[in-house]
Nanobody, 124 residues
């Protein structure tokens, strides 16, 4: 069983930055592909970024390219999402995900395990 624990959300003004963290427990850390997703009420959960923890494969949604960076700290079994130049449209609940089953990385249905979510609010 995989447990994901997120932290780092909060409220910032437009143009500001936040770093989200996702600690991974109970899995062979280096063998998995992980993703960050976000969701606003009434909309589907959308993929923001994904990373293969064994090294190499990183993906970003077009809406965050150049502003968000996904990274990993193998010593801490933790994945990060550095978010810069935040805009009000980035406001959402952010989730990390693991247990990738294959297919399109930005589809939430292709991940089995989810964290509890952390709220990000960006004011104009």
């Amino acid at each position: 069983q995989v447990q994901l624990v997120e932290s780092g959300g909060g409220s910032v003004q437009a143009g500001g930055s936040l770093r989200l963290s996702c600690a991974v427990f109970g899995h062979a850390y280096s063998s998995i592909y992980m993703g960050w997703f976000r969701q606003v009420p009434g909309k589907e959960r959308e993929g923001v970024a994904g990373i293969f923890l064994g090294g190499g494969n990183i993906n970003y949604a077009d809406s965050v390219k150049g502003r968000f960076t996904i990274s990993q700290d193998n010593a801490k079994n933790t994945v990060y999402l550095q978010m810069n130049s935040l805009q009000p449209e980035d406001s959402a609940m952010y989730y990390c995900a693991a247990g990738y089953t294959g297919g399109t990385w930005y589809w939430a249905t292709n991940f089995r395990y989810w964290g509890q979510g952390t709220q990000v609010t960006v004011s104009s």
